[in-house]
């Protein structure tokens, strides 16, 4: 804008938030200024909450503000089963699912060697010691069904074999809703695959 | 997300921008605690003093933190000129194109009185003292090219004329780039009776 240096700097600032360039920033900051201000000071106000006290679940690693998260801490979820993720994201999208009731684990990335992203940073020290503590009868790998994620995946296929721990690996095939035309050779390939009979 | 209330009360307040739904605040929100913390700490402190210390300019009232703008302040600027926009943005969009050096009179809307929006919310007892002070020789009314915008133009420019100020309208035409055959009948009437002369 030039003309607010405060302006300028808050488009600049609202630049962070994915997906916002700078004609959406200036949107956002100049439709905040014109009719939402109380709206502006409440997000101010969470933001600084949320970056300073929300931490992660020391036992799934997923965003939490007390030490264990409100699903760890549950004793009506069933310790048998695990559900190992790569994102806090995606145990929200399985917790709409309402069809898992076991705990998760959040790898938080998956594994990467050319960005440095190898088993350490993915949790899998941690993974592991869960594993060995011996509660644990099926752990279903979750991880994105990408390169990295079924590489991680496997990783995490064999760990879990080596504390005899059943694994499993979610379904690949078609989506409700979609029609085969659209969808690539590969996924069609993997549903003809994993084809239940009816 | 349900596990974390500060998260969930942080997904919330992102709402509050425009073009932001429940799954981009999550994926938002989500990406400042991942790899952002710095940035939302930052984007907290630029709220707060945008939304404490940013005003209107007493002159031309478009966003300033200071009482006259940096525009109305300056002594480079063309006194006898008086571009008249709608919007902030509008302003940035025109100085962004290098080719008025005159002064700026923002609206902060137009005129709607289906929704109580008459001459004294967009600022006309304003305008007409300063078509009053007698230095403004042209008015370029810049308000948008839609039903409300001309009705606002028009307006104004029936008070301008009670001054005796000049009054001129931007072009209406062909956008630079555009194909004709996906303008609107509208658009291209406007282009063909503004035509100039080469």
């Known amino acids: 804008m030039r003309f607010s240096p405060l302006l300028d700097e808050l488009i600049e600032a ?10 959406t920033a200036q949107r956002m900051a100049l439709q905040l200024l014109t009719r939402g201000r ?5 997000l101010a106000q969470s933001l600084i909450d949320a970056m300073q006290h929300i931490s992660h679940c020391k036992q ?3 965003f939490s503000e007390t030490e264990t998260c409100e699903i760890c801490a549950s004793l009506h979820r069933d310790q048998t089963l695990l559900c ?18 076991g705990k998760y684990f959040v790898l938080l990335g998956h594994l990467s060697p050319l960005d440095g992203i190898g088993p ?18 099926e752990a ?12 991680t995946a496997h990783y995490i296929s064999e760990l879990a074999k ?4 059943k694994v499993s690996r979610i379904a690949r095939g078609v989506a409700i809703g979609s029609e085969l035309e659209y969808i690539d050779p590969n996924t069609l390939a993997h549903a003809l695959m994993g084809r239940e009979i009816i």
């Open 14 to 23: 609202l630049r962070c938030l994915p997906g916002v360039g700078p004609k």
């Open 38 to 42: 109380d709206n502006g000071k409440r």
């Open 60 to 62: 799934c690693r997923i």
């Open 84 to 101: 190992i993720v790569e994102n806090p994201i995606d145990v929200s999208a399985i917790e709409q699912t309402s069809r898992f009731r």
């Open 120 to 137: 350490e940073e993915i949790g899998v020290p941690q993974l592991i010691s869960l594993f060995q503590q011996g509660h644990i009868q």
């Open 140 to 151: 279903i790998i979750a991880t994105n069904p990408t390169v990295e994620g079924e590489a």
């Open 162 to 165: 080596q504390s005899a721990i």
